[in-house]
């Protein structure tokens, strides 16, 4: 099978667990098939050579314009002073169970070896578009702190409150360690524009817009996400219907 065609083959997986998951869900029993349906989307998507990377596109067809979606703007905290000073006093910390808690400055960020990648936005609220993205791969990080044994997920830390929560999201370690899986700083070539996350946001490519974490100030690794938020890995996961695993 082609990559396009076992992509085009996920993709159609992953549009029959989201859609309509409002009912389906609404049962305990809908629930727990849900789960399971969705456990069998992750494995299926994994079998099929979850390592690969997702397509990337030509200059030709970045998007003219890359909209923002959920903050755009964050009002909160001291982000609007950070922004005003052009983020030179942005940090990003990395901890949880690492061996060498780390603190980054942007500039730090820049310097570390960067990869650049035009990709495909899929927003489940129903919109795409084409961005080309530039930053350190996560990996990097991560094998500068040393993960320590038990962590088996990455927590991100958002700098944003959305209607009175923080924003958080975190994967496992095969999407953290995703070669595509990138701290991007820049979009298009230009420094992020505050709505599409500025200073640093998260690219996990192989997952839907909603995993992208915008306004990242920290990066966590832990062993469970039971005492994180609600519990269930994100903001929209603790509040909606939107699964923790949003392979496409
Ligand atoms: N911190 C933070 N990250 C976030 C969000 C948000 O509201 N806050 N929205 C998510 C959603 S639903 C999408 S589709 C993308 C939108 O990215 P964009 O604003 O660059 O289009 O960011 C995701 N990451
Ligand atoms: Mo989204």
């Not at 035009?118 to 990097?140: K, N």
């Not at 958080?168 to 070539?189: C, K, M, R, W």
């Amino acid at each position: 099978m082609s990559g396009m065609n076992r992509r085009g083959l996920l993709a159609g997986a992953g549009a029959l667990f989201l859609s309509g998951c409002g009912k389906v869900a609404d049962s305990a029993a809908g629930r727990s098939a849900f789960e399971a349906a969705q456990r069998l989307h992750q494995g299926a998507q994994r079998a099929l050579g979850g390592g690969g990377l997702v397509k990337e596109y030509a200059p030709s067809e970045i998007s003219p314009y890359f909209r923002g979606n959920g903050s755009v703007d964050p009002q909160n905290g001291d982000y609007q002073a950070q922004a005003a000073a052009g983020f030179t006093n942005w940090r990003l910390q990395v901890g949880g169970l690492v061996e060498r808690p780390l603190s980054f400055a942007l500039e730090e960020i820049r310097r570390l070896p960067q990869r650049t990648q035009i990709t495909r936005h899929d927003c489940v609220e129903g919109w795409s578009a084409i961005g080309q993205w530039t930053g350190p791969q996560l990996s990097v990080l991560l094998e500068a702190a040393g993960l320590r044994d038990g962590a088996r997920f990455i927590v991100f830390r958002c700098a944003d409150n959305l209607n009175g929560q923080d924003y958080y999201e975190s994967v496992d370690l095969d999407d953290a360690f995703h070669p595509q899986t990138i701290v991007a700083h820049a979009l298009n070539g230009e420094p992020l524009p505050i709505r599409n996350g500025a200073p640093l946001r998260m690219r996990i490519e192989r997952q839907l817009g909603y995993k992208h974490a915008k306004y990242l100030t920290g990066i966590e690794a832990v062993a469970s996400l039971d005492t994180i938020g609600e519990g269930k890995g994100g903001y929209w996961e603790d509040r909606s219907d939107y699964q923790w695993y949003a392979g496409i």
